[in-house]
């Protein structure tokens, strides 16, 4: 079976090996107290010209999103998101179980616009009986979104100031970060994103990682006593080198070579490659993704037939066919898409 329904389910990129081999049997201070974390986070703030922004290391990006939500908001806040977040839809309540609701809002290919944005904040302002609901206090926002799209500087300039004139923070969800990065659809860098967002992270993950998501604060305000946060929700880890250690073998000197970006970049074009056969054969593409995952509308007969040799995502019925995802990785190979591509060909 070749597997194509996540971008991870392999292991972790062999510079994160190589680095965590070369150091395993150095003493250092735990609870990413150590040169290692102090190194990666210099880097970070460099990468996204933020010498000021705070970064902290956590396991993963559930931990993350509840953590930096419940930090941020106050008991009778929520967070406005897409339909599609997947703080809504894939988080098992996690955010809710904090005491703070997802206020969703329809999103369009799984994105959200500053004027639903506003319009809410308006709304939820405009109630005479606004204090028996709950408040806004919080956007969220993943880049890629669920389907795999993206936001334009323009759009996510246009919620940046919507949520500085409403009040409200602006948080980005980058467990992709890299494949949207190094999309050739995309316009963000990473400095553009530390200084319209007041909180982000850098996807280690679904990235070339073992585990682990790099969140930069840029807000004051959500930094100070960050810490607090992290240990509450029991994400301070104990042997916390471990993470800094793995962004600095991914990220390296932070040129578009290093292999955060690298291996990225060659995910987005063999995710291109099995858009490019499925469209070949005349099956629709449910969404534009410019990224790693790739959401074909297939006949069933198809769909059984390639699930005899492909794991992949089925995403339900539309429009009289099945819709799947096909989503590829940092360690994708080549003969694999080539494999795909080729039985693509024979439906």
Same mark, same amino acid.
């Given at each position: 079976?070749?597997r194509f329904e996540c971008d991870y389910g392999e292991g972790a990129a062999q510079p994160v090996l190589d680095l965590l081999q070369k $150091?395993?049997?150095?003493?250092?201070?735990?609870?990413?107290?150590?040169?290692?974390?102090?190194?990666?986070?210099?880097?970070? %703030?460099?990468?996204?010209?933020?010498?000021?922004?705070?970064?902290?290391?956590?396991?993963?990006?559930?931990?993350?999103?509840?953590?930096?939500?419940?930090?941020?908001?106050?008991?009778? =806040?929520?967070?406005?998101?897409?339909?599609?977040?997947?703080?809504?839809?894939h988080e098992t309540g996690a955010v809710e179980a904090t005491g703070h609701k997802c206020l969703v809002l329809p999103g369009t290919d799984?994105?959200?616009?500053?004027?639903?944005? %506003?319009? *809410?904040?308006?709304?939820?302002?405009?109630?005479?009986?606004?204090?028996?609901?709950? =408040?806004?206090?919080?956007?969220?926002?993943?880049?890629? $979104?669920?389907?795999?799209?993206?936001?334009?500087?323009?759009?996510? $300039?246009?919620?940046?100031?919507v949520c500085r004139a409403c009040g409200l923070y602006l948080f980005l969800d980058g467990a992709r970060m890299a494949y949207g990065l190094?999309?050739?659809?995309?316009?963000?860098?990473? *400095?553009?994103?530390?200084?319209?967002?007041?909180?982000?992270?850098?996807?280690?993950?679904?990235?070339?990682?073992?585990?682990?998501?790099?969140?930069?604060?840029?807000?004051? *305000?959500?930094? %100070?006593?960050?810490?607090?946060?992290?240990?509450?929700?029991?994400?301070?880890?104990?042997?916390?080198?471990?993470?800094?250690? =793995?962004?600095?073998?991914?990220?390296?000197?932070?040129?578009?070579?290093?292999?955060?970006?690298?291996?990225?970049? %060659?995910?987005?074009? =063999?995710?291109?490659?099995?858009?490019?056969?499925?469209?070949?054969?005349?099956?629709?593409?449910?969404?534009?993704?410019?990224?790693?995952?790739?959401?074909?509308?297939?006949?069933?007969?198809?769909?059984?037939?390639?699930?005899?040799?492909?794991?992949?995502?089925?995403?339900?019925?539309?429009?009289?066919?099945?819709?799947?995802?096909?989503?590829?990785?940092?360690?994708?190979?080549?003969?694999?898409?080539? *494999?795909?591509?080729?039985?693509?060909?024979?439906?």
């Amino acid at each position: 079976m070749i597997r194509f329904e996540c971008d991870y389910g392999e292991g972790a990129a062999q510079p994160v090996l190589d680095l965590l081999q070369k $150091t395993n049997l150095e003493q250092t201070p735990g609870y990413g107290e150590d040169e290692y974390c102090a190194r990666a986070r210099a880097l970070i %703030r460099r990468l996204c010209r933020a010498p000021e922004a705070g970064v902290h290391f956590l396991v993963g990006a559930t931990q993350a999103n509840l953590t930096v939500i419940d930090a941020a908001l106050k008991p009778w =806040q929520g967070v406005l998101c897409a339909d599609s977040g997947h703080i809504h839809v894939h988080e098992t309540g996690a955010v809710e179980a904090t005491g703070h609701k997802c206020l969703v809002l329809p999103g369009t290919d799984g994105k959200i616009t500053a004027a639903q944005v %506003r319009a *809410a904040f308006e709304a939820h302002r405009a109630n005479p009986t606004h204090e028996h609901e709950v =408040q806004p206090g919080m956007v969220y926002i993943s880049n890629p $979104t669920e389907w795999g799209t993206l936001y334009t500087k323009a759009e996510l $300039t246009a919620l940046s100031e919507v949520c500085r004139a409403c009040g409200l923070y602006l948080f980005l969800d980058g467990a992709r970060m890299a494949y949207g990065l190094m999309s050739a659809a995309n316009d963000l860098t990473l *400095a553009d994103i530390a200084a319209l967002c007041d909180a982000f992270y850098l996807g280690g993950t679904k990235c070339g990682a073992l585990f682990g998501e790099a969140l930069v604060l840029t807000h004051p *305000a959500l930094d %100070r006593d960050f810490r607090y946060a992290i240990k509450q929700h029991g994400g301070m880890l104990a042997k916390g080198r471990l993470l800094g250690l =793995q962004f600095l073998a991914l990220l390296g000197d932070g040129s578009p070579d290093a292999p955060y970006f690298a291996m990225a970049a %060659r995910a987005d074009a =063999q995710a291109r490659r099995i858009a490019d056969a499925f469209a070949a054969r005349g099956c629709r593409m449910r969404y534009d993704s410019p990224t790693n995952q790739q959401f074909p509308i297939l006949p069933a007969a198809w769909a059984r037939a390639l699930a005899e040799r492909y794991a992949y995502s089925p995403m339900g019925t539309c429009e009289g066919g099945e819709l799947v995802r096909f989503c590829t990785s940092w360690a994708t190979r080549d003969e694999d898409v080539d *494999a795909l591509v080729a039985d693509i060909a024979a439906l």
